[in-house]
């Protein structure tokens, strides 16, 4: 029960943080719903994934790199998935998914 809800703890200050920054920076309105679903999507995904590495390997140093490679693949995908759902371009969204995540 605890893992649940630190998983959506995490998803919860992701959307609160994210989203808002996101549309921000995209400058439209109607883009709060596709980065809602796009966080929905990967922060999740992501998280799950570092439960279970943790969970099969007891080992911290897996795990760190499993964030690294694993934020690197979210901050590019969500690169693309903001690129696709936004209509703007790939570079700029990308700039807007590295600037988004590191907040």
Not at 34 to 62: E, K, M, R
Not at 74 to 97: D, P, T
């Amino acid at each position: 029960m605890k893992a649940i809800i630190t998983l959506f703890s995490a998803l919860a200050l992701t959307l609160a943080i994210e989203v808002p920054l996101g549309a921000v920076l995209i400058k439209r309105k109607d883009s709060v719903i596709p980065l809602t679903l796009i966080n929905v999507l990967t922060n999740p995904a992501l998280n799950a994934l570092l439960t279970v590495i943790f969970w099969l390997t007891q080992s911290h140093t897996v795990y760190y790199i499993t964030v690294v490679i694993g934020e690197i693949a979210v901050f590019i995908g969500e690169g693309f998935l903001i690129r696709a759902l936004c209509g703007i371009q790939l570079k700029r969204s990308i700039i807007i998914s590295t600037i988004t995540n590191a907040a």
